[in-house]
């Protein structure tokens, strides 16, 4: 049974960091994209940055141009966690953040994208609020 669990979400104040984390249980990080999204109040929920390390598939992360350079994403097999280490945090990053996977074995972020519909499984969410 496929699981995402969350954490590490808090409070910060504008220009800090936080890290977050996404426990992975029940499939293969070695042969599925795994990608966090986020989701604002009134707003549709937005891609924030995939990685996979599927050798038929470029392996460079992807990001939304809203996180490219402030934020990095990093997966440790060995521990079956994902992270998105965010830097540089402003009021505008204040959302819900996902952790998701997708049910396509073997294809990467290059092919998968940050399209929330190709991501059929999902954490419960950790809240990041971005607020002097």
């Known amino acids: 049974q496929v699981q995402l669990v969350e954490s590490g979400g808090g409070l910060v104040q504008p220009g800090g960091s936080l890290r977050i984390s996404c426990a992975a249980s029940?499939?293969?990080?070695?042969?599925?994209?795994i990608a966090w999204f986020r989701q604002a109040p009134g707003k549709e929920r937005e891609g924030v940055s995939c990685?996979?390390?599927?050798?038929?598939?470029?392996?460079?992360?992807q990001y939304a141009e809203s996180v490219k350079g402030r934020f990095i994403i990093s997966k440790d097999n060995h521990l079956r966690t994902v992270y998105l280490q965010m830097n540089g945090l402003n009021q505008e990053d204040t959302a819900v953040y996902y952790c998701?996977?997708?049910?396509?074995?073997?294809?990467?972020?290059?092919?998968?994208?940050?399209?929330?519909?190709?991501?059929?499984?999902w954490g419960q969410g950790t809240q990041v609020t971005v607020s002097s």
């Open positions: 998701a996977t997708t049910t396509y074995a073997g294809l990467g972020c290059d092919m998968i994208g940050l399209v929330s519909s190709r991501y059929g499984y």
């Open positions: 029940g499939f293969d990080l070695d042969y599925y994209a």
């Open positions: 990685i996979s390390t599927i050798r038929s598939s470029d392996g460079s992360p």
